[in-house]
């Protein structure tokens, strides 16, 4: 494959619906369907593939709550051990139903997340690289009113700018468990390059998730992916269709981000992909040798009135990225 090729997943939700919202290493397993086949005369002219297969192990990076470096107050625990490693970890043990992080990068970007009531460490990223980042914990009071439960300025120095995205976290969350981190393995077994990887995941996630149409009319504000969920049930909206293929391109050392923002109007997650060739790959997909002229998972699984969304998706310059995970 042409090694300038422009690449980049777009995983979009259908026409003004979707996804709704304010907005180590480890253990290997897998094995897959071979590349496609020629004629029986086209084969036997053809000269053997000698390229090198590339690794297929899954390589999962754990995060870990190791205490060497801890903020916070009776019910918040905020665990900076690992800023290094591009995430923070945080733990809520109170009673209040209604818990929101912010985080605000050194670029003066705040995101916002809901804490889960289980009492466990979550997993946030820390994606606006080296900097100042500030952390606040917000408990309801009531209706839309918010008091500050706890508030930390931690610094990070990121040993490598890419570990944010190739790291699970609270909305691309996976494990060396995962059956989706042993479906990408056994997806990308016979890939020679990182581009063949990203193909062939590319078009198991076309050919086999179904756009839920129900769920993203009825979708709850803090919905989260769950990529096993959306591997087994095959279904999802555009955040599942992301986060399981951000799951799988970064337990194979890939890194992927994963994107929240706007197409015109419409709110909608995709993502986008690291390859040494190209540096990030953004929007819309320009395919060359190949029949491509769209790469969009959603898009290509179909979703219902495909001329309509192809206008409305364009040529990528409508996208605008508000967030990365």
């Known amino acids: 494959m042409n090694k300038k090729t422009i690449l980049s997943i777009v995983l979009c939700c259908t026409i003004l619906s979707g996804c709704k919202g304010d907005s180590s290493q480890a253990h290997a397993t897998g094995s897959v369907q071979g590349s496609a086949s020629s004629t029986r005369s086209d084969a036997a002219d053809s000269p053997e593939d000698t390229r090198e297969i590339r690794d297929s192990t899954p390589h999962v990076l754990v995060p870990a709550a190791d205490g ?50 289980d009492q466990e460490y979550e997993t946030f990223p820390l994606p606006g690289g080296d900097g100042s980042y500030s952390l606040t914990v917000l408990e309801n009071v009531e209706g839309d009113m918010y008091s ?38 056994e997806l990308v077994k016979n890939a020679h390059s990182d581009l063949e990887a990203v193909t062939s995941i590319y078009h198991y996630i076309i050919s086999n998730i179904t756009y839920d149409t129900d769920k993203a009319a009825s979708v709850a504000y803090g919905y989260l992916p769950d990529v096993d969920d959306t591997l087994s049930s095959k279904t999802g909206i555009c955040f599942d269709y992301a986060a399981i293929t951000a799951a799988m391109l970064r337990s194979q050392r890939i890194p992927t981000r994963l994107e929240v923002g706007y197409a015109g109007e419409a709110y909608h997650a995709w993502i986008s992909v690291y390859l040494e060739e190209t540096g990030w790959v953004d929007n819309i997909i320009e395919f060359h040798g190949s029949s491509w002229s769209l790469m969009d998972p959603t898009f290509a699984a179909g979703t219902g009135n495909s001329s309509s969304l192809k206008q409305f998706i364009g040529d990528g310059t409508n996208y605008v990225v508000k967030y990365y995970y």
């Open 148 to 185: 500050i439960a706890c508030s930390q300025e931690i610094e990070a120095s990121l040993a490598d700018e890419f570990l944010p995205f190739l790291y699970p976290n609270q909305y691309v969350n996976f494990t060396p468990e995962s059956r989706a981190v042993e479906k990408g393995a």
């Open 68 to 117: 060497t470096d801890t903020y916070g107050t009776d019910t918040v625990a905020i665990d900076a051990s690992h800023t290094d490693q591009g995430y923070v970890m945080v733990c809520y043990t109170g009673s209040n139903p209604k818990v929101k992080l912010q985080i605000t990068t050194p670029d003066d970007n705040t995101y916002t997340y809901l804490l889960s009531q």
